[in-house]
């Protein structure tokens, strides 16, 4: 699975952003997808995910109220809707695929593939 995220950029706090995520390769497996995110100087942490139908997320507390993902089976997408944004919402942005038999996880180890990663920088 490839997988390459885009929709990064520049915005001023209290905006909005979608990114998104496109898969290519393998995939007609029932992968979860998910977000996670790294800030400078800080290890990369879980963000949001979602199951392989699209029918069940789960979010960290941080960004729960803000942040939606959401994805198109068909399209083999999948996005990451962030309103309300935060100057500490600044980071690098992956995507990333797991088995499905791992919903729930939110370590950086159980996701086997991962996008190039695209820069959100919030300004206050």
């Known amino acids: 699975v490839q997988l390459q995220a885009s929709g990064g950029g520049l915005v001023q706090a209290g905006g909005s952003l979608r990114l998104t995520c496109a898969a290519s390769g393998r995939t007609q497996s029932r992968y979860i997808m998910g977000w996670f995110r790294q800030s400078p100087g800080k290890e990369r942490e879980f963000v949001a995910a979602?199951?392989?139908?699209?029918?069940?997320?789960y979010s960290e507390d941080d960004v729960k109220g803000r942040f939606t993902i959401s994805r198109d089976y068909a399209k083999k997408t999948v996005y990451l809707q962030m309103n309300s944004l935060k100057p500490e919402d600044t980071a690098v942005y992956y995507c990333?695929?797991?088995?499905?038999?791992?919903?729930?996880?939110?370590?950086?180890?159980?996701?086997?593939?991962w996008g190039q990663g695209t820069l959100v920088t919030v300004s206050s």
């Open positions: 979602i199951n392989w139908s699209g029918s069940s997320t």
């Open positions: 990333a695929a797991s088995p499905s038999d791992m919903y729930g996880s939110r370590s950086l180890g159980d996701f086997a593939y």
